[in-house]
C-alpha cells in the first residue's frame, strides 16, 4: 500500500491542461522528492492531492482510501507561501491548529513545547508572529505541519527564507521524522537538497510524470542508457582537443572555454591516459573528474530529453 497514489490525474484551467496523466506512487516511510521546471504542475499536483482544487479526473488514494477530508486528518502540509496574521501569538496560532486536529488540550500543550524545541524557536510561544523573522515563520510552518502526529508531510519548498545554516538544519529534521516512519512528500526547485534526504524522486515534466522510482534504481537505469563524460580543465584546452579526437574510446568532445566535456566509452583507460597526453602537450591540469551520476545531471539530461521528444 501507497502512502499517495494517484492514476491518470488532470486538471485542466480552462483548455489549459496544468496536469495530466499524473501518476504518483509514494511507498510509506520513505521521502519522495518531486521535481519539474517552474510550471511544470508540481504545486497544483500537491494542492489536488490535498484538495485543496478538484482534479478534472483521475483517482488519488492516501493510504489506499480515496481521499476525502478523512484522509486529510494523516497529512500535514507546509505550503511554499503563508501568511500569518502578525498579531496572534505563535503558542495560541499552534493551539489552534491542534484543535482542527481533534486534539485534546493536554496533547496541544504538549506537543506545542516539543514542536518548538524541535524546530528551533524554544523560547518564543509567547511571541506575535508578526516579530519573527522569515526564516522563523518558515520554521513555524514546519511546526504547524507537524502538528497532530500526522502519517504524511508534504512540503513545498520548505527551506524558502533559510540562511544556509536554517537549510542544513531543516533537511537534518526531515531526515529525522522519517527514521521515526513518516512519510515525507517534498517539492523543491534545488536538487542538492532533494538528493541529500529523498529516497524516491519523481520528476514531471509538462504535465506529465516522465521518470519516478528510487534514486539509486534510477541512476543505475540511466548509466545503461548513455556514455560516461569526464570533465577536463586544463590552461591550453585547444591543445588537448586534437589528442582526445585520437583516441578511439572517445565519442564526443564538447568544448565551453577551459572546459572539455569528454564523453567516452572507457572511463577507466582515460583516466590511465591522460596523465601522460598532459606530458606530452606541455599542459597543466586544472581540473579531472570521474563520470558524473548526480541527480543535477540526471534532472538536466531528462529535461532535454524531453525537450526534443525523446
Not at 24 to 51: D, R
Not at 126 to 147: E, P, V
Not at 183 to 192: A, C, E, G, R
Request: aromatic letters at 6%; glycine letters at 10%.
Amino acid at each position: 500500500m501507497y502512502a499517495i497514489k494517484t492514476e491518470d490525474l488532470k486538471k485542466f484551467f480552462g483548455d489549459y491542461p496544468a496536469i495530466r496523466d499524473i501518476d504518483l506512487e509514494v511507498p510509506q516511510g520513505v521521502c519522495y522528492g518531486l521535481l519539474g521546471l517552474n510550471g511544470a504542475g508540481k504545486t497544483t499536483t500537491i494542492k489536488c492531492i490535498l484538495g485543496l482544487l478538484n482534479p478534472t479526473s483521475g483517482t488519488i488514494k492516501i493510504f489506499g482510501k480515496k481521499r476525502t477530508s478523512e484522509t486529510n486528518r494523516y497529512i500535514g502540509f507546509l505550503p511554499e507561501r503563508i501568511d500569518y496574521h502578525g498579531h496572534i501569538l505563535v503558542k495560541d496560532f499552534l493551539a489552534y491548529v491542534g484543535l482542527l486536529n481533534l486534539l485534546p488540550r493536554y496533547e496541544i500543550e504538549k506537543q506545542i513545547d516539543e514542536l518548538l524545541e524541535f524546530v528551533g524557536l524554544g523560547g518564543w510561544g509567547d511571541s506575535r508572529i508578526g516579530d519573527l523573522s522569515a526564516g522563523m515563520k518558515q520554521r513555524l510552518g514546519f511546526a504547524q505541519a507537524l502538528m497532530g502526529n500526522p502519517k504524511l508531510i508534504m512540503l513545498d519548498e520548505p527551506t524558502s527564507n533559510l540562511d544556509p545554516v536554517g537549510r542544513d538544519d531543516m533537511l537534518n529534521k526531515i531526515k529525522t521524522i522519517v527514521k521515526e516512519g513518516i512519510t515525507v512528500f517534498i517539492s523543491s526547485h534545488i536538487l542538492s537538497e532533494i538528493e541529500v534526504v529523498s529516497d524516491y524522486i519523481g520528476i514531471i515534466a509538462n504535465g506529465r510524470v516522465v521518470t519516478q522510482g528510487s534514486l539509486e534504481d534510477i541512476r543505475r537505469e540511466r548509466s545503461i542508457h548513455k556514455k560516461p563524460i569526464i570533465e577536463i580543465i586544463v590552461n591550453e584546452p585547444i591543445n588537448l582537443i586534437p589528442a582526445l579526437e585520437n583516441l578511439n574510446y572517445i565519442s564526443k568532445i564538447t568544448r565551453m572555454d577551459f572546459k572539455i566535456l569528454a564523453e567516452t566509452t572507457d572511463p577507466d583507460q582515460l583516466g590511465k591516459d591522460i596523465p601522460q597526453i598532459l606530458v606530452d602537450n606541455n599542459l597543466q591540469l586544472i581540473k579531472y573528474s570521474p563520470p558524473m551520476g548526480g541527480l543535477q545531471e540526471i534532472f538536466l539530461n531528462i529535461m532535454e530529453e524531453t525537450a526534443h521528444g525523446t
